[in-house]
């Protein structure tokens, strides 16, 4: 696995996790934490309070009753779950701008994360609240990379978009190495869990997994990504001609033609029902 610390480095100016999610995460730690501090605590900032509601009461999580209260939420959803949505919630404040670009990153960041919870869920592979984290975060590295060196990066992003090679290809002759490493590596800094941290560095490399936990999220991420890429999501038009059958996830997860078929419609509905919850 590669050398995060050293990654970190050579990168250059990396943000700081979301001051919140920090604070939350170190509460959920502590086994004497009362459901009172950690709403307090996610109540410091408004807008991670009021999306995480948005989030709690979305169709994705099918709770029963309408949550109004931090408090019901944490009670209902559970440790997991919260992690996760504070994480998911706080997230989009690591772009240093919002414009065009920023926006189809974080919907491609929102759309892998719920189509990674969606596949682990009907594939009945990982934890579909680790998924949703390893998807939420397999396009960190290129939200860094935009951050850092904006130029750079939106001369590869055209080039791409232009056909004058595959994304993969293209980013390792502008840079010295590629976006999941860099991912990977401020995941690290920010202390998050070795499985997220190797699943996110490995997606695209399915082979370098060193254990079966990490090949299997990393694969669900992978063929999240590529339904993504399949549906348009995160990017500027469709592809309905993509074969999810072809990709290495698919091959990996053995997965047949027939099992693929009907996941991009049923996987579109669903992002269409949860998309605004992240969204606005």
Avoid at 178 to 195: C, R
Wanted: charged letters at 20%; glycine letters at 4%.
């Amino acid at each position: 696995m590669q050398k995060y610390n050293e990654i970190v480095s050579e990168v250059g100016d990396l943000p700081p996790m979301p001051i919140v999610a920090v604070k939350v995460l170190e509460l959920l730690q502590d086994p004497d934490t009362s459901i009172k501090q950690l709403a307090t605590t996610i109540s410091l900032d408004a807008a991670v309070s009021a999306r995480m509601l948005k989030i709690a009461n979305s169709s994705m999580y099918g709770v029963s009753r309408q949550i109004t209260t931090l408090q019901n939420a944490l009670v209902l959803l559970g440790e997991r779950t919260v992690r996760s949505l504070v994480l998911a919630s706080s997230m989009s404040s690591v772009n240093k701008s919002y414009g065009l670009l920023e926006k189809m990153l974080w919907e491609e960041s929102v759309g892998c994360a719920l189509a990674s919870r969606y596949l682990s869920t009907k594939l009945n592979v990982s934890n579909p609240d680790e998924a949703f984290l390893a998807g939420l975060f397999s396009n960190l590295g290129k939200i860094i990379r935009n951050n850092n060196e904006p130029e750079r990066y939106r001369e590869l992003v055209e080039a791409v978009y232009n056909g004058a090679g595959d994304y993969s290809t293209l980013e390792l002759e502008v840079f010295s190495v590629p976006y999941t490493t860099v991912g990977a590596a401020v995941l690290h800094s920010w202390k998050i869990a070795p499985l997220l941290v190797d699943s996110v560095c490995c997606q695209n490399q399915l082979d370098e997994a060193e254990n079966t936990e990490v090949a299997d999220l990393s694969a669900v991420v992978n063929l999240a990504s590529n339904l993504c890429f399949k549906l348009g999501i995160g990017h500027r038009e469709c592809n309905d001609e993509y074969d999810l059958s072809q990709t290495q996830s698919a091959d990996k997860l053995m997965l047949t033609p027939a099992v693929l078929e009907a996941i991009p419609e049923e996987f579109q509905e669903v992002f269409d029902e949860n998309r605004d919850s992240f969204m606005s």
